[in-house]
């Protein structure tokens, strides 16, 4: 067989290629040579089922295309798929290919879209993701488009947003080095107030934001900072959410009181909730980090007729907050429902796999862990809950 090869030798014997190759791979697997004292033992061998190696799938780009089958035309097809790690099946394939697209009936395997025209799609994404939330910064934008498997540098991206008018914000930063986080959600809740002027209306937003996850729990609007907003607004919260641990806030009058107890307290008393009040505005601060991105990504540049349309246009940027920006926080892929709602390692492992964030993959509220049992007390009356359904007593 080594002198007159596959072919030659199955011609004289009149057997088979197929099968003379089957024997020679088991011959060459056993380490047998050749003679007639072990041609039964590799018969044996031969009529065992072969397993092959499965060779990972692998891209090649249109260059390396055109490398392995440059080094096919000069050493054939066999020589240059060993050498590559491809398939000689995959090279006859690329080879038709080629011909085809010669004669101006296909796409050529070794020709990809000129630079020019990658740097123009790359240039529309980040832009187009830009125009959708005009508030985002540079490495905001890129996050967003790392969620959508699109990567890009943030130089890249701020160089593109600037050559179509980006300017970027003046901000000052005081660097300090004491950070915490919670371990868990609904473990502390911030509270915090945001001043607006809707023309001539002034309006107080009351954000509450988990720590854990940044994932903003609850809001109100009111003219004024009221305790009975403050009340109305955690207890619906709570509904919504469940109970969280601890909370805190500064010193303002609605959640506060320097002498006695105010409104706000008494409630946390009564449902076993912890308080804490901020000493130091760093306490507070990813509240306030919020607060000042929602002046950059809402207030300044959205212009409401009224305050109604802020209401609507607060609860659908909130929405898209907690549902659809990715957070630096969580490093830069995550939203905080996926942290929130615990799927931040189902979201991770698809991202890593390739697969694009569903702008529809919206978590709702019907989908989230209800506490099966739960007795709480609201103005001093119990009530009891069962499955996020309030049973005595009754609703009204």
């Given amino acids: ?127 187009g993701e830009w125009k959708k939330h005009p508030g985002l910064g540079p490495s905001q934008v890129r996050n967003q488009l790392r969620a959508r498997c699109v990567k890009v540098s943030v130089n890249t991206v701020r160089r593109v947003m600037q050559d179509a008018g980006y300017r970027p914000p003046k901000v000052q930063r005081q660097p300090h080095d004491q950070r915490y986080e919670a371990v868990r959600p609904n473990h502390i809740w911030h509270l915090d107030f945001v001043h607006r002027h809707i023309h001539r209306a002034t309006t107080f937003t009351l954000i509450l934001i988990d720590d854990h996850s940044r994932y903003v729990v609850g809001h109100g609007v009111d003219e004024v900072e009221r305790a009975d907003m403050v009340i109305e607004t955690f207890e619906e919260a709570v509904r919504r959410h469940g109970k969280p641990e601890m909370v805190m806030h500064d010193k303002g009058g609605a959640f506060w009181s320097w002498r006695g107890i105010s409104r706000f307290t008494a409630l946390l008393t009564e449902l076993g909730v912890d308080q804490i009040v901020a000493e130091y505005k760093e306490w507070n601060g990813k509240v306030e980090v919020f607060n000042a991105n929602l002046h950059k990504e809402l207030f300044d540049v959205q212009r409401f007729v009224d305050v109604g349309e802020m209401r609507r246009r607060l609860a659908a940027h909130l929405h898209f907050y907690n549902h659809a920006r990715t957070h630096h926080a969580l490093g830069g892929l995550l939203v905080p429902a996926d942290r929130y709602f615990g799927r931040a390692e189902e979201v991770l492992a698809r991202i890593e796999a390739g697969e694009p964030r569903d702008a529809t993959d919206a978590l709702e509220l019907r989908d989230r862990c209800l506490e099966p049992f739960k007795v709480a007390s609201r103005n001093g009356v119990p009530e009891i809950w069962l499955m996020g359904q309030r049973l005595l007593p009754s609703p009204a």
């Fill in 1 to 127: 067989m080594q002198r007159l090869g596959l072919t030659g030798a199955a011609k004289k014997h009149g057997m088979p290629v197929s099968t003379l190759c089957i024997w020679a791979k088991a011959q060459r697997a056993c380490g047998v040579a050749t003679g007639a004292s072990r041609a039964d033992g590799v018969r044996e061998q031969a009529k065992a089922p072969l397993v092959l190696k499965k060779r990972p799938a692998k891209r090649y780009t249109p260059s390396q295309r055109a490398q392995i089958l440059e080094d096919a035309a000069k050493e054939g097809p066999t020589t240059a798929a060993g050498k590559h790690g491809c398939s000689r099946f995959a090279i006859y394939d690329w080879s038709g290919k080629v011909a085809r697209a010669a004669a101006g009936t296909g796409v050529s395997p070794t020709s990809g879209p000129a630079p020019m025209e990658i740097e123009a799609q790359r240039d529309q994404e980040i832009l």
